[in-house]
């Protein structure tokens, strides 16, 4: 973005002006500098009344002791905040509630903070229905405890309690439908401005705004990753959902494992080669499965990644496949790493959903917690399973069972 500073004002440019994200700067006296139309119709203000109000001013009064005791003392300290939820207050007194990104730095003589905003919408909606829906699965499962404790009721009591349990069913579906409906709402409303901001840090990154310092490309280099891992979050979210819902879709057909395998290595290649990690592969070019071709191939590229991140360098990754049972009536595809291994008291509970192996590894993965809990039940939904074995600081071992396309 290039920069249009005097000593009293800072211009937007005319791209940024119809960003589909609302833009402030403003000064550390709190005075703002520019704001774009996006967010002067977002708060409903006309074109010149932000330039020279306080920041304050356009918040509520929750968000502006939050902005007092937090917000602006974080962005000082550390020149930048990431994903701030504050609430806007409109023109017409209204609560707007968005997602902040800011950055602190100094141009023309002065400390400027700029700031995107992007609206959530239907946020609050949503987080009380999801409240409410916790609340019924509470009561509900505090009744169904005490109903066990009352077996020795009569007929009449008996029959009353069986009314009672299918309004607590009830309760408990709704309760799942207004969790699902609460995810797909909020991903989809988070991936829209995070499209919005991927889309313009592209811009920025090509210099069809002007050329950019070293400086500059490596914070837009950073602000791209978080949004790609952002995005990966969104999607690993929505699949479990649909998961959940029972709303997944399985092509099943003839699965050759050796060239689905092949498909998937330059996938990984590069992460491997970049760690000097030896990977092999053994699969018999005619092994067949009876399975969703790229749900398999999500699945394998799912358990090379993690093998991947968590081998030590000069390691090793292997992929067998052979046939299993005794008629072959499954085939078996593993991966094997030489990688740190996972604690026997936390392999148990691998394939739960935001569990991840090790705290520090997860960080420097970046991981949902959420790629063994998708990949198995999509395992488990092609008619096979996934299974893991573990040894710290020997490595792991991921088990893929799938049925056999069995001749005719």
């Known amino acids: 973005m290039t920069d249009r500073l005097s000593d009293v004002d800072i211009g937007v440019d005319s791209l940024l002006e119809t960003a589909p994200c609302g833009f ?27 330039q020279g109000r306080r920041i304050e001013s356009i918040l509520n009064i929750g968000s502006r002791i939050f902005y007092q005791t937090h917000f602006f003392p974080l962005v000082k300290l550390h020149g930048r905040a990431e994903e701030i939820f504050l609430l806007l207050r409109s023109k017409g007194g209204d609560d707007v509630a968005t997602l ?3 950055v602190r730095r100094q141009r023309g003589g002065e400390w400027i903070t700029d700031c995107v905003l992007m609206r959530v919408r239907e946020r609050q909606k949503f987080e009380d229905a999801l409240l409410r829906a916790k609340k019924a699965a509470e009561e509900a499962n505090e009744q169904l405890e005490l109903q066990a404790m009352e077996l020795e009721m ?23 439908r207004a969790k699902s409906a609460f995810l797909a709402t909020m991903s989809h409303e988070l991936r829209t401005p995070l499209n919005a901001i991927g889309g313009y840090v592209q811009l920025l990154e090509l210099g069809i705004q002007g050329p950019i310092t070293e400086k500059q490309a490596d914070s837009l280099a950073r602000i791209s990753r ?26 099943v057909a003839a699965c050759n494992l050796k060239e689905l395998a092949d498909a998937v290595l330059p996938m990984v290649e590069p992460q491997l080669q970049s760690r000097g990690i030896r990977y092999s592969l053994d699969i018999r070019p005619d ?26 360098t000069n390691g090793s990754v292997a992929v067998t496949g052979s046939v299993d049972g005794e008629r072959g009536e499954r085939v078996r595809l593993v991966v094997r790493d030489t990688g740190v291994g996972i604690p026997a008291e936390r392999l148990a509970r691998v394939f739960e959903p935001f569990v991840q192996v090790d705290d520090s590894h997860a960080r420097r993965a970046e991981g949902s917690g959420l790629g063994l809990a998708i990949s198995r039940d999509l395992a488990r939904g092609m008619g096979g399973n996934l299974t893991a074995e573990s040894e710290v600081n020997v490595g792991s071992v991921f088990t893929l069972t799938l049925p056999a396309l069995l001749p005719a």
């Open 287 to 312: 092994l067949t499965a009876y399975a969703d071709h790229e749900k398999v191939q999500q699945i394998l590229l799912n358990l090379l990644s993690n093998a991947t991140k968590f081998t030590p």
């Open 24 to 50: 402030v700067a403003f000064a550390d006296d709190g005075t703002i500098r520019a704001a774009n139309a996006t967010l002067r119709d977002m708060l409903g203000f006309d074109r010149d009344e932000l």
């Open 226 to 251: 978080a949004h790609r891992h952002l995005l990966r979050l969104i999607n690993d979210v929505l699949n479990l959902a649909r998961i959940e819902a029972g709303r997944v879709e399985y092509n």
């Open 154 to 176: 009569s007929e009449q009591q008996l029959l009353e309690q069986g009314e009672e349990l299918e309004r607590q069913r009830a309760l408990a579906e709704d309760a799942n």
């Open 100 to 102: 902040c990104n800011a």
